[in-house]
T-cell receptor
Framework: DAKTTQPNSMESNEEEPVHLPCNHSTISGTDYIHWYRQLPSQGPEYVIHGLTSNVNNRMASLAIAEDRKSSTLILHRATLRDAAVYYCILRDAGGTSYGKLTFGQGTILTVHP | SAVISQKPSRDICQRGTSLTIQCQVDSQVTMMFWYRQQPGQSLTLIATANQGSEATYESGFVIDKFPISRPNLTFSTLTVSNMSPEDSSIYLC????????????FGPGTRLTVT
């Protein structure tokens, strides 16, 4: 599986935008970029995913570099509830790895009031 | 979406014993998985629970240690056998529903402590 690299931790202030980077230089053409987050004492939850184009949903935006070797998860206005570990995961939509998520260490996001 | 419940939510067990963790989903799902999260670590996939057949285990995990059952489309169990303190972890059930292949839902986890 292609690997991702994320900063260990980031900090933000409440109501400010947060840009969480992810490098995936060995991404293959069939890999989707997924983001999950894990709030304290909870299981991970899906945030967003994309293949080539930038994506927006109610939780966040995903900006994907043109060469797909990096991406950025954007939280437009951070809240205290957004404090979590954010995981950037590459996932092949088909084949034998279908459905499997390989979690890295993720980025611990701290949000200050 | 899928709502997942796990039983027990937590347990403290003695080494050498076994614990069976249950995962119940509120709707039929296409795929079910079991993950482990060791203290301070990220999640690691243990196996894919296959309905009506043997689970598919990831490298480093074996059926004798982590037997898994999935009798139907909404239920699965994971047994942690002959436990040692190294098995102290959070065990999470996860599912994928049809039509939303991109979104994997996770249960709240079972926190296991082995003494």
């Amino acid at each position: 599986d292609a690997k991702t690299t994320q900063p260990n931790s980031m900090e933000s202030n409440e109501e400010e935008p947060v840009h969480l980077p992810c490098n995936h230089s060995t991404i293959s053409g069939t890999d989707y970029i997924h983001w999950y987050r894990q709030l304290p004492s909870q299981g991970p939850e899906y945030v967003i995913h994309g293949l080539t184009s930038n994506v927006n949903n109610r939780m966040a935006s995903l900006a994907i570099a043109e060469d797909r070797k990096s991406s950025t998860l954007i939280l437009h206005r951070a809240t205290l509830r957004d404090a979590a570990v954010y995981y950037c995961i590459l996932r092949d939509a088909g084949g034998t790895s279908y459905g499997k998520l390989t979690f890295g260490q993720g980025t611990i996001l701290t949000v200050h009031p | 979406s899928a709502v997942i419940s796990q039983k027990p939510s937590r347990d403290i067990c003695q080494r050498g014993t076994s614990l069976t963790i249950q995962c119940q989903v509120d709707s039929q799902v296409t795929m079910m998985f079991w993950y482990r999260q060791q203290p301070g670590q990220s999640l690691t996939l243990i196996a894919t629970a296959n309905q009506g057949s043997e689970a598919t285990y990831e490298s480093g995990f074996v059926i004798d240690k982590f037997p898994i059952s999935r009798p139907n489309l909404t239920f699965s169990t994971l047994t942690v056998s002959n436990m040692s303190p190294e098995d102290s972890s959070i065990y999470l059930c996860s599912v994928v529903t049809s039509g939303r292949w991109y979104e994997q839902y996770f249960g709240p986890g079972t926190r296991l402590t082995v003494t």
